[in-house]
């Protein structure tokens, strides 16, 4: 994969700048996902039937998981995993990290893990240097999220949803002032909705089987209300089930947690295009924090020693970007999020020489190595 050079120098005091000599984009506002460690291997191929007895507790019946995940070839598997990723994304946007086809994602930082993972994807380079555990430590890296809440343009206009306790941390709330709902926090302010005042009346009410971090349902479902009541223009949400259902071994739920969060951003989308603000004027990335292992339960974990752990997928959908659908040569890094939302804001985000560039072709920049399948 080239870049596009881009030709203006860099503002290296606030790390962002306009891109006064790109055309102009479409795009007004950006909404990041990510599923935790969800894998490849999945997004791509769809359930793994030989995985369907490493479930224990939930879903646990190989033979339901057989007729519910395990139909059919890879291409109509992974379409019954992800139908909103295969029906929509991967037809109207692009989708990269199909490894057997020829296209590459990884993360650039070597520790294949949570914390590492978003820093690098919110603030555009690894630091293997400081983050190096999944501590709860207030990240010394200002995200693209921070950066942009300090433009007037986006002041008050950046909000982060998430279930890993760990995002206050991650996005240095103390330093950033980003509003981060993440963890067991509720809604909180006046003029709760309905919604939010049932949220939280249901999470305190419901345990959650990973102890800090909430289930995925009440990120999504508080997200969602914040987005109608708030109308932001840059919005995080960082999922969570995926990656805590592997960790348990339990394949039969991380399958239903890759469905289920399908149809949430399903959902979402299908707000965004009905709402004047959204409609035809925002982006959707996607993309995970970390891949896993392959080989026998490895599956299940990941870290520095896992082999395959930093092999990762991204996803575009929006106005700016081209539907050249799944790639299938190329290499793209973790590191490139956070430029490219920037840029689709028509932003330079380029705090530090290491920041990734922007994904040219989500930009529209489509070049020879990124054609259609
Ligand atoms: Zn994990």
Redesign the pocket.
């Known amino acids: 994969m080239r870049f596009t050079a881009y030709l203006l120098p860099l503002s290296l005091l606030s790390g962002l700048s306009a891109l006064a000599q790109t055309p102009k984009l479409r795009t007004e506002n950006v909404v990041l996902i990510t599923l935790?460690?969800m894998r490849w291997q999945e997004v791509f191929g769809g359930a793994d039937s030989t995985l369907f007895r490493q479930s224990k507790h939930y879903y646990a019946d190989p033979k339901t998981l057989q007729k519910d995940f395990g139909q059919g070839p890879p291409e109509q598997r992974r379409q019954t995993l992800m139908p909103f990723l295969w029906g929509t994304v991967a037809k109207q946007g692009q989708l990269y990290g199909n490894r057997p086809a020829g296209s590459l994602v990884n993360v650039t930082n070597t520790m294949r893990?949570?914390y590492p993972g978003y820093n690098e994807i919110l603030t555009g380079a690894a630091d293997d240097a400081r983050i190096k555990s999944n501590d709860p430590l207030d990240n010394p890296n200002k995200s693209v999220l921070e950066v942009l809440n300090q433009q007037p343009a986006f002041k008050g206009k950046v909000a982060a949803f998430g279930s890993w306790e760990a995002y206050p941390y991650i996005l240095n709330e103390k330093r950033s002032g980003l509003p981060v709902n993440a963890g067991q926090r509720l809604a909180t302010g006046p003029g709760l909705t309905p919604g939010e005042q049932l949220l939280n009346q249901l999470e305190v009410a419901s345990p959650s089987p990973f102890g800090e971090e909430r289930l995925d349902a009440f990120t999504y479902s508080y997200a969602l209300e914040h987005l109608k009541k708030n109308k932001p223009r840059v919005l995080y949400i960082g999922f969570g089930d995926t990656?805590d259902w592997a960790?348990g071994g339990e394949y039969g739920a991380y399958l239903h947690a890759a469905q289920y969060t399908d149809q949430f951003i399903r959902q979402l989308w299908e707000y965004l295009q009905s709402d004047p603000q959204y409609r035809g004027k925002t982006t959707l990335l996607l993309t995970t924090d970390h891949g896993r292992g392959v080989a026998g339960t490895q599956w299940q974990t990941?870290g520095r020693e896992v082999v395959g752990a930093d092999q990762i997928w991204f996803a575009a959908l929006g106005p700016d970007t081209p539907a050249i659908g799944p790639a299938t040569t190329g290499q793209l890094y973790q590191n490139q999020v956070a430029a490219t939302l920037a840029a689709l804001l028509g932003q330079d985000y380029a705090p530090t020489p290491a920041t990734g560039k922007p994904v040219g072709a989500v930009l529209g920049h489509v070049t020879t190595t990124a054609k259609a399948k």
Do not use: A, E, L, Y
């Open positions: 935790d460690g893990f949570s990656d960790h990941h």
